[in-house]
């Protein structure tokens, strides 16, 4: 589906939302809306108000958090805590299903597209429920702090042969 059709689907999708629920349509939260769908991966409520200011939209950290409130009560976001103190966010309406890999070293988060993960028992199991969305989380150590561990242990270990 095409980027337009998306932002298209889910701007009618957050206006129902807010209409049903008696929320205020403020020009904010729909440029809010807007930047999510406009951009793709991972963020944080500081890094969207960062990029948000560098594209000229201008929104309080108030807004900001209320707004991503009503996202995820509306079924557009998904909160993610892999780990670190800060949540981090990801749009979900349109969206692959994907796999989280997250390096418990660095703390860096990599997508790894799994088309679908459950053999056909399992699927026989899901035939009375819909899945809408699913997400999983994959804890190791990334290739370059594999790498940088390994140099080190090597490090100490010829510092150790020189005592």
Known sequence: MDNQKIKEQ???KFTEYLNQHKHRKTP???AILDHIYSTKGHFDVDSLFQTMNTHSIRVSRATLYNTIELLLDCGLL?????????????RIYGAENHD?????TCGKVKEYKNANPFTQ???KRFAK??????SMYIYGTCAKC???RQQAEKKNKKTEKIK
């Open 28 to 30: 904010e939260r729909f």
């Open 78 to 90: 998904v909160k993610h805590q892999f780990g670190e103190n800060i949540s981090q966010y990801e």
């Open 100 to 104: 989280h890999l997250i390096c418990t």
């Open 129 to 134: 429920f819909k899945i809408a969305y699913y």
């Open 146 to 148: 594999l790498k940088e």
């Open 10 to 12: 889910v701007l009618n």
């Open 121 to 123: 028992t399992q699927q």
